[in-house]
């Protein structure tokens, strides 16, 4: 029996922002939901299943989201599924809310996730004093930034490609009004003189601590057909893994994204991704991954990622933008930041992006990762309905 | 080969942490409320009350923002006896964990009640609160609970929810204990740094040197029981300059922090590079550990002075 096709037919996200002080979490994942909820003109009752997922428990202390915020997204009487994958998480719940409607074991499933930084703090929960071993020594960038280094020497990549990369999400978020970061006057310049904290990142080349949620309504086609505005089709979804530490890992371009990247473009029919897909939403937490993902990604031959970047392909107006909504760059609530690049994707190829939206969009990439490089889920949604 | 497995390591993991909420517009009424002495339910659509108030209806998802206050006196609906108090319980002595249903309320809110003994409990029994002397706006402004005999009057009037100067946040300290146990490959690994000695463990399977190991490959799963002494030089195959200082680290800034090959070894393990000025450090610098007396791990690493490794020595290692 074929799969059902999955269309996204409801998307909301809230005003992220260093610190939400307004609104409780259940408030804030509320916030989300609601806006999704009204895109997809549908009510709780509509509602089959929800999924959800956030960053790792210690990160802001909520041990069971499933079980806290049941009420807060209507999810009493019905299945309610937490997932968990480090930095990666928005992008799996997605993937496993998709694979419901798939299955056809729910007809509308909504899927959420959230981070509430200013209520906690990530980098204690990511450095807890196991004993015995010996402690990080190098703070949050210290873990991301040899890896830079390696792609650098690698790629022979010129050490301005970083900033350009933040001055063009930056300038993006400019558009994105739930952007975290609006930088107006932002300047080339202001980023490169920005003070280096882990060379070779530079502050301005870091993602800024966010609160925030997002959230999508899923469907089959009977709901597409309900839906009041254009739905975004999934035509391929994927997961990998892969340990933390190994012989053989490759921290530049790690085997797990690329494998990741394939199986979703054998699932889309995508053969030549750098000219079959129109706009990427990838997680960039630093501003250099951009180049070390469109290699990983497949939509550059290896060592020459930088080289799309630095001819402007990847500007809001080149041949693949990326990140036209700013990206995590302009806005990282962690366990929601995955989500809005899947999120983002699809509301570029609904023609619903706003201010940012990528004229003609038609196929779009959605892109998470986290954990040490572990964790990878990726979406390819699209304006028309899967023909398989 | 392998000598006898030394005992295996166990030490305490204390996990605490002061998390902050935001309360939202029910919470904060409710627990203001209760810093000004006054319980406050939330009502909903269908007429039922609840307390503690919620933001959402269970039942119906709508948001829910019609606060109500009832009475301090209530009825216990059942309950269990906790003979041994733990610390930060609300009690110190032996009391009775209860679920009261407030006169007006049609929920119940879990709370402690101070009894001489479980005889002196039973469900139906009639209750008040008893009001900590110093309130801040917490659920713990309701000291606890205690018998009191009254009559049942249920009543629920309307509130504003509108207090002077009203409690926005509050702050939750987490605290786990744990006991951690590194397991033998990791005791292993621990017993020989003692003798300054770095050992790595080889995968019957692929052949690859795993340090620090944990008993079992992580490419393939393999069981790995082959140790292997790697070091004490290695080859710096990337790094970073830290500039910026790291929260309960005592380093002076700049410092490198590196990425280490260890001759033997097919993967990096990380650490701190010093004599030799930070700005001079290099991807394929030989280094060596540095230890210091009581210490488990090296403090640093240092250049050895040899020739740098060239860049295919050690590429597949970055």
Redesign the interface.
């Known amino acids: 029996m074929s799969k059902e096709p999955v269309a996204v037919v409801g998307i909301g996200q809230t005003r992220h922002a260093a610190a939400r002080h307004d609104v409780s979490i259940a408030g804030l994942v509320r916030e989300a939901a609601v806006r999704a909820l009204d895109d997809a003109a549908l009510t709780w009752a509509d509602v089959e299943a929800v999924v959800i997922g956030k960053a790792p428990d210690f990160f802001e202390g909520v041990m069971m989201p499933e079980l806290y915020l049941a009420d807060a997204l209507g999810a009493t009487g019905k299945p309610m599924l937490r997932v968990h994958t480090a930095g990666s998480v928005g992008g799996s719940t997605a993937l496993v809310a998709a694979s419901l409607v798939a299955s056809r074991v729910h007809r509308t499933v909504l899927t959420l996730a959230f981070e509430k930084q200013s209520e906690s703090n990530a980098m204690w929960g990511l450095s807890l004093p196991v004993p015995f071993q010996q402690p990080l020594l190098a703070g949050a960038g210290g873990f991301f930034a040899p890896h830079v280094r390696a792609y650098m020497r690698r790629s022979g990549a010129p050490e301005g490609i970083g900033t350009l990369v933040a001055y063009k999400d930056r300038r993006n978020a400019l558009r994105n009004p739930y952007a975290h970061l609006h930088e107006h006057g932002i300047t080339l310049e202001r980023v490169r003189s920005s003070p280096m904290l882990w060379d070779p990142i530079r502050y301005s080349e870091t993602c800024p601590s966010s609160d925030g949620a997002c959230a999508m309504v899923l469907t089959g086609t009977a709901g597409a057909a309900r839906a009041p505005h254009p739905p975004a089709w999934v035509h391929g979804g994927a997961m990998r893994s892969e340990p933390t530490l190994f012989a053989g890992k490759d921290f530049v371009s790690p085997r797990a994204g690329r494998d990741c990247a394939a199986e979703v473009y054998r699932q889309a029919g995508v053969t030549d991704p750098r000219r079959e897909i129109d706009v990427v939403e990838m997680y960039v937490p630093f501003s250099w991954y951009e180049p070390m993902w469109l290699e990983n990604l497949g939509f550059a031959a290896e060592g020459e990622g930088w080289k799309l970047t630095e001819s402007g392909a990847t500007e809001a107006d080149g041949d693949l933008p990326v990140n036209p909504s700013g990206g995590v760059l302009s806005a990282n609530p962690i366990g929601a930041s995955g989500m809005l690049r899947f999120a983002e994707a699809a509301l570029q190829v609904r023609g619903a992006a706003g201010e940012r939206q990528v004229p003609g969009a038609r196929r779009a990439l959605g892109h998470a990762y986290g954990g040490g490089a572990q964790f990878f889920s990726m979406w390819l949604v699209a304006d028309t309905r899967p023909t398989t | 080969m392998p000598g006898p497995t030394p005992e295996t ?1 166990t ?5 605490e ?1 002061p ?6 517009p029910v ?1 904060s009424a409710f627990l203001t409320g209760l810093r000004e002495r006054t319980v406050l339910g939330v009502r909903t659509r269908d007429g039922r009350v609840l307390v503690p108030p ?8 709508e ?1 829910i923002r019609d606060l109500v206050e009832t009475a301090a006196t209530g009825t216990v609906t059942t309950w269990a006896w906790n003979p041994a108090p733990r610390r930060g319980q609300p009690l110190a002595t032996p009391f009775a964990w209860v679920l009261v249903r407030l006169d007006g309320a049609d929920t119940a809110l879990l709370h402690a009640l101070d009894a001489p003994g479980p005889d002196a409990v039973h469900t139906g029994l009639r209750v008040r609160i008893r009001w900590a002397v110093r309130r801040t706006g917490a659920i713990t402004d309701i000291a606890c609970f205690e018998p009191y005999d009254s009559p049942a009057a249920p009543r629920a009037t309307a509130h504003s929810g509108a207090f002077a100067d009203p409690v ?2 509050i702050t ?1 300290s ?1 605290r786990l204990d744990y006991t ?1 146990t ?1 397991g033998r490959a ?1 005791t292993r690994y ?1 017993t020989a740094l003692a003798g300054r000695r770095i050992l790595g463990e080889r995968c019957p399977a ?1 052949h ?3 340090v620090p190991p944990r008993g079992a ?3 393939c799963g393999t069981p790995t029981d082959e140790q292997t002494e790697v070091g004490p030089r290695g080859t710096v ?8 200082k ?2 309960g ?1 005592e ?1 002076d800034v ?1 410092y490198v ?3 280490i090959a260890l001759d033997g070894a ?2 990096a393990l ?3 590079i010093a004599g030799i000025p930070y700005d001079r450090v290099r ?1 394929g610098m030989r280094v060596e550990p540095v230890w210091t007396e009581g210490a ?2 090296p403090d640093h690493y240092r250049p050895t002075g040899e020739p740098d490794a060239p ?1 295919d020595a050690y ?2 290692l ?1």
Not at chain 2, 54 to 61: I, L, R
Not at chain 2, 237 to 244: D, E, G, L, R, W
């Open positions: 390591l030490a305490p993991l204390v996990v942490f998390f902050t909420r935001s309360l939202g919470q919620v933001e959402y209806d269970p039942v119906t998802a948001e926005t946040g939750t987490a951690y590194p990791q621990l692929c690859k040197v795993h490959c992580p490419t195959t990337t790094f970073c300059v830290v500039n910026i790291a929260k680290l380093i700049p922090y590196a990425h097919d993967l990380h650490g701190r991807m488990r791990h860049y590429k597949e970055l």
